[in-house]
């Protein structure tokens, strides 16, 4: 094609994300490496959905000796235990220069029809070692051969274990009131799983959906893990004020920035998959909600427990003085929570900020990607939603728990 892979790599990463899909592909297998540079060679990285480009890798690679490694039928995913490691090494995959570390097992499949049989699989996915349980793709090729391919570690152990310290750490440090908070953790799980996501997927509005899923988490948590008292209604009506104020700007900053809720390509293959029926550009909203309700929880409750605190301290102390004095703890709580949120986003999105780092793209055309807008205006939403829970909640809490004296008859103003 008089274009080297090297060279097409490097012209690639300047298209931004919409190729790291077809990067990861590449990544671990060298047969997949040489499709891609022959995709980018043939200038066919300028399509700018990842999902066709993959569409159209397959079919022109149909001529190539290796085509039944793209023309595979799934026949299932089975657990494996590794019996003996053959040989492992390191290799440098040709053309990316990147060191990955392979190795050759032997493995006995635990499930599936062929149970106890004893196979061989290359794996350079996660390092293993004699024991190890992991989990094998079985395939049959187009020639009508049979395929295994090492896939995830079996991690279901390990995730039981860490989820039982948690819940054991709760426990033991939040005592009657963590085990409170579990509960409600647990149902703030089950009503996403249960209640949100089948009404999201009938085609329902995910701004009202989500908007009702917090109402009645929120409710759920503050009340369950807290009590019923004024406290815990100061810090609910609060926040559900708050979350209407957030859900009328995030619609205002997504319009306004014009952004389509299509931010990876998982977006595309569930639109794929429900035939358009979601609202994306109200999902993007929804999940703005949702992402920032642990956070004005936390704050809420502590700006309503800051108010009865120092009410119970100074029963004669006005309203307007009560208000400006938990004000000073909110601001205090308001810096390091914004700070912590921003901080939250950039960490989900670490390995995609690096490769962006790494990109010989212009920035402001990195920024004004909607896969960054996206997150920028979803941490802008957040921190005015954070900033606005303090005085509103404060303001509800002065009214709610301030001693009635003769003295203390003065509304506080904002």
Known sequence: MGVSFETSVDEARGEGESN??????AAHNKKRAELLSFCYASRMYRVKNSAVVLFVLMLLSTPFAYAQEVHQDLQGSWKAKVAEIVKEEDVTLEGLDILAHTQTLRAELLEGPKTGEIITVENDFTKLKVGDRFYVQYLITVNGGELYTAGEPYRIPALTVLTLIFVVAVIIFGGWQ???SLGALAFSFAALFYVL???ILRGMNPVLVGTIFASLVLTAAIFFTHGVNRKSTAALLGTLCTIAVTVLFAEFAVAYARLSGFVEDASVYLNTATKGLIDFQGLLLAAMI???LGVLDDIAITQAAAVSELADASPNMKRKELYARALVIGREHVGALVNT???????AALPLLLFFYTSTSDVMLSINREIFAAEIVRT???SIAIIL??????LIAVWLLAKKSQGNTEAPGL
Do not use: Q
Request: hydrophobic share 60%; glycine share 12%; proline share 6%.
């Open 389 to 394: 829970t303090v005085p509103i909640t404060t």
């Open 20 to 25: 790291k899909f077809l990067f990861s592909l």
């Open 290 to 292: 949702i992402g920032v």
């Open 178 to 180: 963590g085990v409170r």
């Open 380 to 382: 802008i939403a957040g």
């Open 341 to 347: 949120l921003a901080l939250a986003y950039a960490g």
């Open 197 to 199: 996501f089948p009404l």
